[in-house]
């Protein structure tokens, strides 16, 4: 059974950076891609970016496009997420998850079956 575990959150100020992580355990990323969801405080859960099995095709919602960078080491089994130029609105709860596909990620999230327990983002002044 699969198993993810994120980190890397924090409380940051407007305009910082941080680089959220996933580990995944019991498979490999071989077999999967990953997404990571964010939900905000009395907000529904929302997509904001998927990487592809392969890696070379990568998912982003308009609101972090140029500004968050999703990656993965096969390697390590480890997915990151870079924020960049944070803002208030960022903040919530960051959530990775595997799925059957990046495409439409953000509207069949009830697809995505493995989920890890989420890490809580902050930016504030």
């Known amino acids: 059974q699969l198993q993810l575990v994120e980190s890397g959150g924090g409380l940051v100020q407007p305009g910082g950076s941080l680089r959220l992580s996933c580990v995944v355990s019991g498979g490999t990323l071989y077999n999967y891609p990953i997404a990571w969801f964010r939900q905000a405080p009395g907000k529904e859960r929302e997509g904001v970016s998927c990487?592809?099995?392969?890696?070379?095709?990568?998912y982003y919602a308009d609101s972090v496009k140029g500004r968050f960078t999703i990656s993965k080491d096969n390697a390590k089994n480890t997915v990151y997420l870079q924020m960049n130029s944070l803002r208030p609105e960022d903040t919530g709860v960051y959530y990775c998850a595997t799925g059957p596909a990046c495409l439409d990620y953000d509207r069949k999230m009830k697809t995505f079956h493995s989920w890890g327990q989420g890490s809580q983002v902050t930016v504030s002044s």
């Open positions: 990487i592809s099995i392969s890696g070379a095709i990568t």
